[in-house]
T-cell receptor, first 115, second 109 residues
Framework: DADVTQTPRNRITKTGKRIMLECSQTKGHDRMYWYRQDPGLGLQLIYYSFDVKDINKGEISDGYSVSRQAQAKFSLSLESAIPNQTALYFC??????????????FGPGTRLTVL | GENVEQHPSTLSVQEGDSAVIKCTYSDSASNYFPWYKQELGKRPQLIIDIRSNVGEKKDQRIAVTLNKTAKHFSLHITETQPEDSAVYFCAAGYSTLTFGKGTMLLVSP
């Protein structure tokens, strides 16, 4: 089945380290998103990309950067990790041609702990 | 930008009861309103959605209603079952989505 995958699934790192989270999809979708989930705060959009040459900041982009290497790959980087970036990170994709429905398909998530 | 408020934050019901979760949004340009269910340790998954040209949509035990004038939409689950226990998120938007903070639904046998 076409899917969205994320690596790693769990990561523990130290303050100041550079971390990259990777997302790959076999759905053939042009649109990809990175979200952060904290308990009680829902899903907050970090960055999104509507195609390989399009990158946009979301509501909480400070401290993060992204790279869209190909239609199927979208990576999230923390240049210098800090403890308050400890969270569950989700990648998602959507198909803009889905009849006006912006249904987003989520990956399994990456649990990041910054010590 | 869009702002989505979701209530209640927690909801406990007995098996067989109905559950209602409500959301309000601020941006009149939003035209797509999905609801996601997230079970413990799992990814969010779409359970039902509605577009702004429709006032109500139903799929078996779940239904969503939309009032564009008042900028609010609601999820209705009837005949709740223990497997309905999860966190439910509403969202609103068009090219991107803004999510509510979630409702933890607990259905007791």
């Amino acid at each position: 089945d076409a899917d969205v995958t994320q690596t790693p699934r769990n990561r523990i790192t130290k303050t100041g380290k550079r971390i990259m989270l990777e997302c790959s999809q076999t759905k053939g979708h042009d649109r990809m998103y990175w979200y952060r989930q904290d308990p009680g705060l829902g899903l907050q959009l970090i960055y999104y990309s509507f195609d390989v040459k399009d990158i946009n900041k979301g509501e909480i982009s400070d401290g993060y950067s992204v790279s869209r290497q190909a239609q199927a790959k979208f990576s999230l980087s923390l240049e210098s990790a800090i403890p308050n970036q400890t969270a569950l990170y989700f990648c998602a994709t959507s198909d803009p041609l889905a009849g006006g429905r912006n249904e987003q398909f989520f990956g399994p998530g990456t649990r990041l702990t910054v010590l | 930008g869009e702002n989505v408020e979701q209530h209640p934050s927690t909801l406990s019901v007995q098996e067989g009861d109905s559950a209602v979760i409500k959301c309000t949004y601020s941006d009149s340009a939003s035209n797509y309103f999905p609801w996601y269910k997230q079970e413990l340790g799992k990814r969010p998954q779409l359970i039902i959605d509605i577009r702004s040209n429709v006032g109500e949509k139903k799929d078996q035990r779940i239904a969503v209603t939309l009032n564009k004038t008042a900028k609010h939409f609601s999820l209705h689950i009837t005949e709740t079952q223990p497997e309905d226990s999860a966190v439910y998120f509403c969202a609103a938007g068009y090219s991107t989505l803004t999510f509510g903070k979630g409702t933890m639904l607990l259905v007791s046998p």
